[in-house]
């Protein structure tokens, strides 16, 4: 059975980091395209990040790139997000996805939320000022 997990939400002051983490079952991550979304209050779920390790790629939305690291690691079967210097505007649901019908992963057309057929549950970031 395919499984996402995500952790590492929190609240957090502005201009701190925080790790989220998915975990995944049922599938090997670093075969897929695996996304970071987030949905804030109101507002759609937006793709922000993806990785395809099979193709050493990644996707960083203008919103979040040079403030945010997209990894992978095979052996923990797990993906990671970094998100530093966060912002009050990155309060938001933050989930990790998988696209088990592709691989590649490397600008916003691969970041596409309904393309993903796979979800974590979620995990709430909230950054105050």
């Known amino acids: 059975e395919v499984q996402l997990q995500a952790s590492g939400g929190g609240l957090v002051q502005a201009g701190g980091s925080l790790r989220l983490s998915c975990a995944a079952s049922?599938?090997?991550?670093?075969?897929?395209?695996i996304g970071w979304f987030r949905q804030a209050p109101g507002k759609e779920r937006e793709g922000i990040s993806c990785i395809s390790t099979r193709l050493g790629s990644t996707y960083y939305a203008d919103s979040v790139k040079g403030r945010f690291t997209v990894s992978s690691d095979n052996a923990q079967n797990t993906v990671y997000l970094q998100m530093n210097s966060l912002k009050p505007e990155d309060t938001a649901v933050y989930y990790c996805?998988?696209?088990?019908?592709?691989?590649?992963?490397?600008?916003?057309?691969?970041?596409?939320?309904?393309?993903?057929?796979?979800w974590g549950q979620g995990t709430l970031v909230t950054v105050s000022s």
């Open positions: 049922g599938f090997t991550v670093g075969d897929y395209a």
């Open positions: 996805a998988a696209n088990l019908m592709r691989v590649r992963c490397d600008s916003g057309s691969y970041i596409i939320p309904h393309e993903y057929n796979y």
